[in-house]
């Protein structure tokens, strides 16, 4: 079923399953998986502006993930509408499927990079936001160490602004950089 001949009654359901506090997620993500809902649908909804349902679709993803499912056809473009999101629920939500998924060469490093480096120096963002950010940008260091020195030095200015758990997988994570002597 295509985005364009998904049924009205269809998308009035989704909206209002969305709505319902408590809503049952794993009725929505049945309903993905047996095309009800198609996956194009929901990630239509979920990279997009309209809140509240752009937050909780990309909330339905997470899960969607976590069921073992691949969302490779829409990284790029998750990451090319990352600085566009206007809650930071999406926004996290968004980066969490970026650490499931673990973007590889074929996608946008270079934009997600950029983002998770100034999403990470972004005083007014919530720790949340920021563990994905350094989670993904650790990950891409594994294979680009030379972005390493300015994570690092991003990572000493904003661990005192941190969380306790913040702050302790920045000082684990800078610990690790010094002692494989990748620290200038």
């Known amino acids: 079923m295509k985005m364009s001949t998904i049924k009205q009654e269809h998308i009035d359901t989704y909206n209002t399953l969305l709505s319902r506090v408590g809503f049952d997620m794993n009725m929505i993500l049945d309903s993905i998986e ?11 909804i979920a990279l997009s502006q309209r809140q509240a349902q752009a937050r909780l679709s990309c909330w339905v993803i997470s899960h969607y ?21 206007t809650h930071t629920g999406q926004t996290r939500e968004i980066l969490r499927w970026l650490t499931i998924c673990k973007p590889n060469e074929s996608h946008n490093l270079g934009a997600l990079l950029d983002v998770c480096l100034n999403l990470l120096s972004d005083m007014t963002l919530p720790t949340g936001v920021k563990c994905h950010a350094i989670n993904i940008v650790e990950h891409m260091a594994k294979q680009e160490p030379d972005i390493i020195p300015e994570f ?33």
């Open 34 to 44: 047996n095309n009800t809902y198609p996956l194009d649908f929901v990630m239509n």
């Open 65 to 85: 993930l976590l069921r073992g499912h691949s969302i490779e056809p829409y990284i790029n473009q998750a990451i090319q509408f990352l600085p566009y999101t």
């Open 152 to 184: 690092a030095a991003i990572l000493s200015d904003i661990a005192p602004y941190m969380t306790v758990g913040g702050t302790n997988k920045i000082k684990k994570l800078l610990a690790q950089y010094d002692a494989q002597g990748l620290l200038v």
